[in-house]
Every structure is written in structure tokens, then in C-alpha cells.
């Protein structure tokens, strides 16, 4: 049996206050992904043109991973590509 | 003879995939994969990142090549690649790290020290501001017990408190992660429903208590 830390409750609060009935999943946040992050690389405000998918990135930490490495992964592409 | 891979568009990528992959467009598809994913997983593996790399590329390809149904153009065709092949390395990579974590039960919070230890760590100029925002970590461990299902306390508590990834969580739950998501949604959006009702405050309001100033 474990404790709930009062760190955890603090976060839980923050999360669940900040609750919209409209949030997006994990599935449509990854079909949008790819779009998210070119916008991002090409000086986008990608957060404007994809207000959920921001929005689900700040509460997902598992498709936040999967965002930066994407990013990573991109940036390498650019450098071995350059564009003329 | 092809455009080089710079100058490939999406159509050209799809023509040389499909219905039957060219293989020189394959080895291109590779080694942008193999890359892209060197780059990404640099810093998240100790041991052989070659051959893991390489078994990665090699499954992304193989779901690539059966998804390309699925590609809507809405990004560089390349990128829509790395994505799947991001995924799938990234699942493993967590599968592997996580497999032997166990899901905890929780039990309760006890009022007052380990709440008011929350506190210390986090000067507040304002004596109320403290006893408000006490009073309302209180308010939710005890709504986390009497409005969340087991199922959704558990899910909630191991993503929050042990830092389980939401798609090894699903896996351990017999669920996916669209429907985990589904879950933990429903349970935020019943406490702030709750925390609301019982304080006579609106979300914004309580949110303003945490806010630094």
C-alpha cells in the first residue's frame, strides 16, 4: 500500500481544475503530430494553427516524448538536407 | 533515374512505394529512418544503438509500407515516416524500461502532516492563501476515495505519483490508450465538477490560489 504525496494531490488539483470537456486523445493527437511539427520547424505558430494538439502535448507526457524525439529526429533530416 | 530524395515529393514517394516498393526508394526510406532515429534515441540508450536502431527501422518500415492508406499529405511524406518510426521505437523503449514496475495500491492521505509538509516547501506570503489552498489538497484526497472508481484512482495515482507512461499503463489495464485517456478525463472532469460544487467557486477561481503571484 503506498501514500499519495501531497505533491501529486497538487498536481492532480491543477489538472483537474483545469479540465475541458473537449480535450483530445492520444490517437488524434499522433494522426496530427507530424503536421504539428513541420508547422513548428518551418517558423509556425503551431500552437495557434493546432490549439488541441498543444493542449493535449502539456497534459501527455508520453506524447510529449514522442514530439521532441520527432523534433530530434527532423532536425537531423534538415541537416543532411539542406534546403538550396 | 529518380529525383533525388531532396527533391522527392509525396506522390513520388508513394509511386516508388507502392504496390510494390522499388528498392532503391526502400533504402532511402532506411536511411532516413536509421537517422532520424540514431539522432532521437542517442541519448536514451546505454547499450547497442546500432542494432536497435535497425530492428526499429526495420518494423517501422514494414508498418510504413502498410499504412500508406493512411498518409494524408498533411506533412512531407518523410516526416509522416519518422513519426511511425518515432512510435514504435519509443513504445519499446518504454515497454522494456517499465515491464517490471508493479501498479501500487493507494491508501489515503492522513490529514495534516504530510499536507501542511507541501507547504513548507512553498512560502506563501499570505497566512489565508496557505490555509486555502491546505484546505482544498485536503478536499481532494478525499474526493479522489469517495468519487473516483478503483480503476480510475489506480490509473490516476500511477500516472501522477509513479510516472508510468500512459501506453504501458493501458497494456497493464487490458486497455488502450485512447480509452485510458477517455478515463482519466472523465476522472478530472468529475473532481473539478465536485471541487466546484463544494467550495461555491468557479475552476478559474481555485486555480488562482495556486497561481504564483
Known sequence: MARIRSETLKELLKRSLSTR?????????YEKLDQFVELELDGKD????????KRHLELC????????ALLIALKQFEADNPQP | ??????????????????PAPSPEALEELRAILLRGLRASLASRVNGDLETLTE???QEALLKILNSLDTFRGESRFTTWAQKIAIHIALSELRRRRWRDVPLQTYTQSEDGEELASTLLTDPLPQPDRAAAQNELLKTVNSLIFEELTERQRTAMLAILQDGLPLSELAERMDTNPNALYKLLHDARQRLKQRLEEKTGLSAQELLGLFETQ
Do not use: H, V
Open chain 1, 21 to 29: 470537456s473537449d480535450e483530445l486523445g492520444c490517437e488524434t493527437c
Open chain 1, 46 to 53: 503551431a500552437a495557434q494553427a493546432l490549439p488541441m494538439i
Open chain 1, 61 to 68: 507526457s508520453g506524447c510529449t516524448e514522442e514530439y521532441k
Open chain 2, 1 to 18: 533515374m529518380k529525383s533525388s530524395l531532396a527533391e522527392r515529393t509525396n506522390q513520388d514517394w508513394i509511386n516508388s512505394l507502392r
Open chain 2, 55 to 57: 530492428d526499429f527501422a
